[in-house]
């Protein structure tokens, strides 16, 4: 069975800080990961995606995402945190099953 | 750009009762999927649905539960006789037809909220 840990419900970071959101996860075969946004009353965004080749991804509002497989990580960063960039952040994984296992969440809150 | 949209975004009902929760995906996508989110706790799995089937189930997803795509473009989950813990928020998903990859990237809804009373 997969499943997938974030570390830290509530991150809080100051603008202009670097933002990094830990995601570990477990699978039984080599996984497709997912980070998704979601901000207040509003559906799950994709921010990015990793399946397979780079293991260093980029998605969107300047996120990126490394998949480590030695440590079964694929942390969440973004070299400079915008007050915009409050939300929550859900990590996630497939086993190509078509569902996902998403971990707790993670709230970010930016302070001016 | 394309979205799913799903209504009501709130909806309170008596326990007992029945609801439906409705949602239009994405016109091109033919895999669907519910999702539920308690509060507090993770986002969870429900069921997907291709080819008018369900496709696969989670524990959650008992005989008080069930889909249907009932004409072209809506995708419904009915619950029969709601219980208090069936409170959470519903989102629904759906997916391209295609490549493993494609069935993968899901687009999700703004949920609904539903409040059992």
């Known amino acids: 069975a997969q499943s997938v840990t974030q570390l830290g419900s509530h991150v809080s970071v100051s603008e202009g800080a670097l933002v990094l959101l830990r995601c570990n996860y477990s699978s039984s075969v080599p996984p497709y990961l997912f980070w998704y946004v979601q901000y207040p009353n509003q559906g799950l965004q994709l921010l990015l995606k990793?399946?397979?080749?780079?293991?260093l991804v980029k998605g969107i509002n300047g996120f990126e995402a490394e998949f480590k497989k030695s440590e079964t990580s694929f942390h969440l960063t973004k070299p400079s945190a915008h007050m915009s960039d409050a939300a929550e952040y859900f990590c996630?994984?497939?086993?190509?099953?078509?569902?996902?296992?998403f971990g707790q969440g993670t709230r970010l809150t930016i302070n001016p | 750009e394309p979205e799913v949209t799903q209504t009501p975004s709130h909806q309170v009902t008596q326990m007992g009762q029945e609801v439906i929760l409705r949602c239009v995906p994405i016109s091109n996508h033919l895999y669907f999927y519910w999702y539920r989110q308690i509060l507090g706790q993770k986002v969870e799995f429900l069921v997907s649905?291709?080819?008018?089937?369900?496709?696969?189930k989670s524990e959650i997803f008992d005989d008080q539960f069930s889909v249907e795509r009932p004409d072209g473009s809506n995708f419904t989950l009915k619950i029969r006789s709601t219980k208090l813990e069936d409170s959470a928020m519903y989102f629904c998903?759906?997916?391209?037809?295609?490549?493993?990859?494609?069935?993968?990237?899901?687009?999700f809804g703004a949920g609904t909220r539903l409040s059992v009373l």
């Open positions: 649905f291709y080819n008018n089937e369900i496709s696969e």
């Open positions: 998903a759906s997916s391209e037809l295609g490549s493993k990859l494609a069935k993968n990237i899901q687009y």
């Open positions: 996630a994984v497939s086993d190509w099953a078509q569902k996902l296992v």
């Open positions: 990793y399946t397979t080749g780079a293991t």
